[in-house]
């Protein structure tokens, strides 16, 4: 009655999706914690303390359920796709293991310092915890990407006996999509994180509460936007280019382009019908896709027929999934000059409009987030490696009863931890900082705080 291998894929993709979610805020959120630590240390206003103090707690939350949700995934390799595990594992399974001894253990061990270890260390040897950890969440993301990016574009290897075996670590790792993929990531977690800092802070403006402390958090994360936004869309175009080069079915999909065409037209909207191979009601822009995907406007973009109909991946998913990224990244390149204009303007904290996006632009950067990474992984298949491995030759032969079964688990289970996350997260929103709301001037610097956590009072 059910496909098991379809079964298995979904309960992958759902178990993947609610996993990436957590690292992509504490990437960015480290970060902003190290920023904000460094500002305090070299001014010693107390605004600082209080951005660490509060964004610390949604950081330790985010970054648990991360961990926590994580590890399932490696289970599922083994328990779903055991064939494939054991046909990589000689390339793949050095990788995540250096991600567990090089990243892992060095969030693990400073993140107990960075926590509790406000009144036991120094400043200056709580702000070295505080920067390991967040070199920790980025060799974390590098190990992780250099994974999953070799299985895009493989390198680096040969096959004995029907297993890969590395020849070449530097290219294993260095491979072809891999500094586009991680560049790319690491700035979607910047700005998700971003994203919601704006958001909370743009929140207590609306409402005139903590004044200093929105101010403060607000300033840095529009910054953030206004520089890494249109960064991140020059390194999108980039790794548009390497895709279109090392993978162009994908490509093609992401463009619902059925036959190869020279000046393409980007569709601004279409329904890709994968059976008759066409596109339905089709707004499209003319010479634009040749235009961004090739730098030239007749240039030639390959179709999806120049592979077989059972060699291309499910087209309406990745070709929707990279209009809503594109949707949303425009929405906050928009929120990102809308906030320089406004700081020109001297109206950066008072433009109620301003706000209001900045408050429901929350959760566009994991969504975002989620969406390109669907146009990444949907768009490989039918390819586990791409060229070299089929999702469905690798599955474990499981009961598709067992796989349904627990999918409905992880759901449940997924579904009731989020609900109690976002709960918590709320909960602390709510409360705000704990000594924030002080008007500037009215004793809210350095002399403010405990002797323990005032460097100009504290001899390192």
Request: aromatic share 14%; proline share 5%; net charge neutral.
């Amino acid at each position: 009655m059910f496909d098991v291998a379809l079964l298995s894929r979904i309960q992958f993709a759902f178990t993947i999706s609610y996993h990436i979610i957590f690292p992509t805020i504490t990437i960015g959120l480290s970060a902003y914690l190290v920023y904000m630590e460094a500002r305090w240390l070299k001014t010693g206003k107390s605004v600082y303390m209080e951005q660490i103090r509060f964004w610390q707690k949604p950081f330790a939350l985010t970054f648990g359920m991360g961990v926590v949700s994580g590890v399932v995934l490696s289970y599922e390799f083994g328990t779903n796709f055991s064939r494939f595990s054991e046909i990589v594992g000689p390339v793949l399974s050095p990788l995540l293991s250096y991600e567990v001894l090089t990243a892992f253990f060095l969030e693990a061990g400073f993140l107990g310092i960075m926590l509790f270890g406000w009144k036991r260390v120094s400043p200056k040897v709580h702000f070295m915890a505080t920067c390991i950890v967040c070199i920790g969440t980025m060799i974390s993301a590098f190990w992780i990407l250099a994974a999953n990016s070799w299985m895009h574009t493989p390198a680096g290897y040969e096959i004995v006996d029907g297993q890969f075996r590395p020849t070449d670590w530097f290219a294993v790792i260095f491979n072809p999509s891999f500094p586009y993929r991680y560049t790319h990531m690491v700035l979607a977690s910047f700005i998700s994180a971003s994203l919601l800092v704006a958001g909370v802070n743009a929140y207590y403006l609306l409402r005139r509460r903590h004044i200093e402390f929105a101010r403060a958090g607000f300033s840095v994360a529009m910054w953030v936007l206004v520089i890494l936004a249109p960064l991140q869309v020059v390194v999108g175009d980039l790794h548009g280019l390497n895709v279109a080069k090392h993978q162009p079915v994908k490509l093609a999909a992401m463009e619902a382009i059925w036959e190869t065409e020279q000046g393409a037209g980007f569709r601004v909207f279409a329904l890709p019908d994968m059976t008759q191979e066409t596109n339905h009601y089709e707004i499209e822009i003319p010479y634009a896709a040749s235009l961004i995907l090739t730098h030239k406007i007749d240039g030639e973009i390959a179709g999806l027929d120049q592979v077989p109909a059972d060699q291309r991946p499910p087209v309406p998913v990745v070709f929707f999934s990279f209009r809503i990224m594109l949707a949303l990244g425009g929405l906050m390149l928009l929120l990102g000059m809308l906030g320089a204009w406004h700081r020109y303007r001297g109206t950066l904290y008072d433009s109620v409009v301003l706000h209001r996006f900045a408050l429901l632009m929350i959760p566009a950067g994991v969504i975002a987030t989620l969406a390109g990474w669907y146009v990444v992984e949907v768009g490989r298949q039918p390819w586990l490696v791409q060229g070299l491995v089929r999702t469905v030759d690798v599955v474990s032969p499981l009961p598709a009863s067992q796989v349904l079964l627990t999918f409905s688990l992880f759901v449940t289970v997924y579904s009731l931890l989020f609900v109690v996350y976002l709960m918590f997260m709320r909960k602390l929103v709510m409360k705000g900082p704990g000594s924030a709301g002080r008007e500037p001037g009215s004793q809210s610097d350095a002399e403010a705080l405990p002797a323990m956590l005032n460097p100009a009072q504290q001899e390192v």
